[in-house]
Nanobody, 123 residues
Framework: HVQLVESGGGSVQAGGSLRLSCVAS????????MGWFRQRPGQEREAVAD????????YYDRAVKGRFTISQDDAKSTTFLDMSALRPGDTAMYYC??????????????????WGQGTQVTV
């Protein structure tokens, strides 16, 4: 049973930084794509950043590229989203997501089907 638990959200002034963490259990991180999505007020959920199964390739939405970084710890049990130069437009509920697949494969945004409970970021 795959479980994702996010933490690290909060309120921050524009220009500030936050680190979100997602602790994952119940799956093999080498065969699971991991990603971060967000839902801004009044808008649909959108992809922010994701990585291929095993973490070799990383992808970013153009709105956050250069400001946000997705990474994992050595055990690949925790996925991070480091956010800097935050803007009011980054205010959203942020969700960690996963999709079990095959080793090394990249996943489409629509394939992510396991979700955490979300953590609020307010800028």
């Amino acid at each position: 049973h795959v479980q994702l638990v996010e933490s690290g959200g909060g309120s921050v002034q524009a220009g500030g930084s936050l680190r979100l963490s997602c602790v994952a259990s119940g799956f093999d991180p080498h065969t699971t794509c991991m990603g971060w999505f967000r839902q801004r007020p009044g808008q649909e959920r959108e992809a922010v950043a994701d990585m291929s199964a095993g973490g070799e390739r990383k992808y970013y939405d153009r709105a956050v590229k250069g400001r946000f970084t997705i990474s994992q710890d050595d055990a690949k049990s925790t996925t991070f989203l480091d956010m800097s130069a935050l803007r009011p437009g980054d205010t959203a509920m942020y969700y960690c997501a996963a999709h079990p697949t095959t080793a090394g494969r990249s996943c489409y945004d629509s394939e992510f089907d396991i979700w955490g409970q979300g953590t609020q970021v307010t800028v």
